[in-house]
């Protein structure tokens, strides 16, 4: 069927009947109805076409696209010409009012007036040219992407009546501020790479998601908080110094600051609050010039996938945690592997703390606390209370003395020159650094007690708890905690010895311990409140004397005659007491539960109750019977879970020799055990013959208390 069809421009009248289109395909020059021009109109053309330019004629092997405008006409809807134009063959390009994509770069156009004969065009390309007039040409209504990168324009103007305009090429141009671009509502593309622009001003609330201003001259960010959409943005080659101004872009994914004069290592704060940063360049700054420059900035930007154009391993990532904000334990792990190198470099000699036996630690009391809640006062007290038990364990400090302190009892004051020498002489067990001074627990502290046969005691922060636990001593944990923080903090500031700042610190350590001893339970082995010294040491004492067994030997001297009955039932109301103290400071402790914590709470209560009673099933039944090969955890053991496992070790009547006692052998309640006694007797009075003592037996060769 003959199909009249008209090129790009406009069908032409023609008495000569339409030609008929092949079947396979036609070119451009055969469908275009071309108007009839004279022969002296060619000649004049040839005269002003020269070598490698494009004629009126020739545009057309350029055209592609071909689609419809009604059901007989036939248009192309894109021309693309990469080399020059004639005058005449800039002129035709008016004539192809159906244009949508329009390709002219290096066809050395100096306007682009053309444009404004082509209202259906969508894309324009018009690089490498020679256009000194920005956007001179009427709107095409639907304009979406331009592209006039490589032109000579100098000024912005106003683009408001262009509102689809998504993509803006502007590259390589001479620009120096940015406007106009207010009312471009659908603007989301921006490219102002290699002009001479001072600021980032100009880009006010614009749906932006991908700028370009590289290779400007713009020394810092500015107004650029209000583009929420940003995804991608290019400053790479200016000169700007710092980062702030991008703090609140949360979009923001793709951060390239390549060739620009930031120095330290801090600006990366900035960003750090950046959720969805995942690439960051800062080559060619002298900010790589810091030492650890690269895990620095991994640990700032911890979300980061690549830096300066290098992938971000896993175990970078760790490495830079573990040496800015190490997790307690691994400064824990450092500190020991640090004084135990040390320590192993010295000459070896046998110290009396490994003496009480290959399998029995030696045994230490270790009270631990916030600053100032008593601890070292109950230390103190402790030893002088129980001086044949134990001996004061003197810790060395770099800090000066407080008022009242007094060398070589409280602590031993050495300068910070002396302390790192006795750290790499090996001198100390755990050392910790606190407010900028360092605090250490040396080996000749617990030899001095264990040289007189006695327990060493000491008082320490969390931190040096935790490096405590990863030596091969094993002592047992009390935790002093003050559970009203208004009185605590009253208490410090009556001290007169620390700054408000320092008193807000110290009041907010006590939710460390709080936290630790609920995460972690069994951390410490016994918890005592200290808001009043002297209940806290009452409890304090009491634990003592039921970790030495101390009651049952003052029980046994004041009535010979009671029956092992009569004891056990006196224990067993001394550890319903216990307990409901114990549940009271847990409760003052922890937060509130919800309900559903507290009916999860009851079912597992239940499910225990079952398996104790041999209802529930054998996985649950497991979890509560005891082998003999089972031993308890190094921390010191609840009295309530030891009595309650003695209940569980006897099926028939108790032994005729009490608790402790070889059943063998008939009670003789004259004789009084001397302390090698009382401890064994502490140790087998606990769950199991072949299970850890609560506190390990003193070693023999302790000092005799005096007749």
Known sequence: MSVSECAPQPVVTDPRPAPELPAGGARPQDVVVAPPTSGGEDEEDGKIKEEGELGEDEIGDHLSDLGTV????????????????????????????YLQNLEVPFSKIKDLSCVSFVPHLITLDASHNDITNFFGFQPPRNLEEVNLSHNHMSEMKDLSAYPSLRRLNLDYNNFREIRGLQRCVSLTHLSLAHNRLYSTRGLNSLPLRDVSLKANQIQRVENMDCLRALQTLDLSYNRIQSLSGLQNLDYLGVINLEGNLVREIKEACHLHDLPLLRVLNLQENPVQDQPDYRLAVTFFLQRLTTLDQKEVTVEEKVSAMNKFDPPAEVVAAKDHMVHLMYHLMQPQVLLNSTLPGLDTPYPMLVLTGPQACG?????????????????????HTTRSPYFGEVDGCDYHFASEEEFQRMTRMGKFIETIQYREHHYGLSWDAIEAAAQDGLACCVHMELEGVRSLKMSRL????????????????????QRGLYSHAQVQTAVARVALYVTVNRRQPGYFDNVIPCDDLR???TMLSQVVRDYLGLDEQMAGKSTPATSAGDSLAAEK???RDNRVF????????VPQTTSTETAALQRRRQLAREAVAGQSAAAYTQLFSSSPESRPSSGLSTLSLARASLEDM??????????????????????????????SRGSSSRPGADAKPILPPIPSGRRTSEP
């Open 573 to 575: 109301e001394r550890d």
């Open 70 to 97: 009604t059901a007989a006409e036939h248009v192309y809807r894109s021309l693309s010409i990469t080399q020059g134009l004639s005058p005449r063959g800039k002129s035709a390009l008016c004539s192809y009012i």
């Open 474 to 493: 094993e002592p047992r944990y009390v935790l002093l905690v003050p559970t009203d923080l208004e009185a605590y903090a009253c208490r410090l500031r």
């Open 535 to 537: 209940e806290a040491y």
């Open 375 to 395: 601890k070292r006062e109950l230390a103190h007290k402790l030893c002088q209370h129980f001086a044949d038990f134990f001996a004061y364990g003197t810790c």
């Open 582 to 589: 114990g549940n009271k400071v847990e409760a003052r402790m």
């Open 650 to 679: 006897y099926d028939g009547p108790e032994p005729p020799g009490g608790l402790g006692q070889d059943p063998e052998q008939p009670a003789d309640p004259t004789t009084t055990p001397d302390r090698s006694q009382l401890a």
